[in-house]
C-alpha cells in the first residue's frame, strides 16, 4: 500500500499566551503546503491530520488541492503519534499529517533508518504486509535548504 507522512508546512512561532494547538500557518507555510500539492507524486485517496490548528490548515490545503477528503485523529497529535497510530491510520493511499519529531521517529521506525523532515516535507512510502517499506520519495518544498 502507498501512504504518505507530512510535516505540516511553517507556522508561527511560539508565544506567551498562545496555546501550541493553537499556532497557525504563515503565508510562508501556506505557500509551501500549497507548492507540496502539486508536487506530490500520486493522489491521497484520504488525508487525516493531527487537530492542532497548523497541521490543521496544512491538510486543509492539501485537501484542496488534491480533492481528496479530510478527517481528523488524536492519534496525530504530537505526544500521540508513534509507530502504534501508524498502524492504526496508516491504509492505501492515505496521506498523514503530523508534526516532528513524531513523524521523524516514525518514517524512521518504518524504513530502519534516522530521517529529518523539514516543514511541508512528505515521505510517500511503499509499505508490504509484514511492515517492511521502501521510500519511493521525499518531497521538500520549493526553496527548502537540506
Known amino acids: 500500500m502507498i501512504v504518505g507522512v507530512m510535516r505540516h508546512a511553517r507556522a508561527e512561532p511560539k508565544s506567551p499566551g498562545l496555546p501550541d494547538s493553537e499556532r497557525r500557518l504563515t503565508e510562508e507555510g501556506r505557500r509551501q503546503a500549497e507548492s507540496i500539492a502539486r508536487l506530490l507524486p500520486w493522489r491521497p485517496s484520504r488525508i487525516v491530520s493531527s487537530p492542532y490548528r497548523r497541521a490543521l490548515e496544512t491538510a486543509e490545503v492539501i485537501a484542496r488541492e488534491t480533492g481528496a477528503p479530510l478527517e481528523v485523529s488524536e492519534l496525530l497529535a504530537p505526544d500521540s503519534f508513534n509507530l502504534e497510530a501508524f498502524k492504526k ?32 516535507s512528505v515521505a510517500v512510502m511503499e509499505v508490504e504486509g509484514d511492515g517492511s517499506a521502501t521510500l519511493l520519495a521525499l518531497l521538500l518544498p520549493p526553496g527548502s535548504k537540506l
Not at 513524531?102 to 511541508?120: D, P
Request: charged letters at 20%; proline letters at 3%.
Open 89 to 120: 491510520l496508516a491504509a492505501d493511499g492515505v496521506l498523514l499529517v503530523g508534526h516532528a519529531p513524531s513523524v521523524e521517529e516514525v518514517v524512521g521506525g518504518i524504513l530502519g533508518c534516522r530521517v529529518k523532515m523539514k516543514t511541508a
